[in-house]
């Protein structure tokens, strides 16, 4: 069982940045690969970006590669997700989740933990 715990959304203006964090529980963090998916009122769950279980393979949507970085410190049980060049299309509920498949997925239903979600927006 994985406990995931969000943190660092908040209000920014387009243009500048923020950085979420995930804690996680338990002593199997390394054993996941984590993804963030983010999720506007009316719309679906959105893939944001993925990180290995080890950190060396990552992936990101077109809509935020090269302004978007995902991290993880597995002495810390954390991953992160650095925002910048923020833009108020990138407003919505981010979640961060765990997979125990050992390959790159953008797919929800192939995620096993959830987080609770942070609310970010960016406001024009």
């Known amino acids: 069982q994985v406990q995931l715990v969000e943190s660092g959304g908040g209000l920014v203006q387009a243009g500048g940045s923020l950085r979420l964090s995930c804690a996680a529980s338990g002593r199997t963090f390394g054993s996941y690969a984590m993804a963030w998916f983010r999720q506007a009122p009316g719309k679906a769950r959105e893939f944001v970006a993925f990180?290995?279980?080890?950190?060396?393979?990552?992936s990101y949507a077109d809509s935020v590669k090269g302004r978007f970085t995902i991290s993880r410190d597995n002495a810390r049980n954390t991953v992160y997700l650095q925002m910048n060049r923020l833009k108020p299309e990138d407003t919505a509920v981010y979640y961060c989740?765990?997979?125990?498949?050992?390959?790159?997925?953008?797919?929800?239903?192939?995620?096993?933990?959830w987080g609770q979600g942070t609310q970010v927006t960016v406001a024009s």
């Open positions: 989740a765990a997979t125990g498949r050992g390959f790159v997925t953008s797919t929800p239903d192939l995620y096993d933990y």
């Open positions: 990180i290995s279980r080890s950190g060396g393979s990552t």
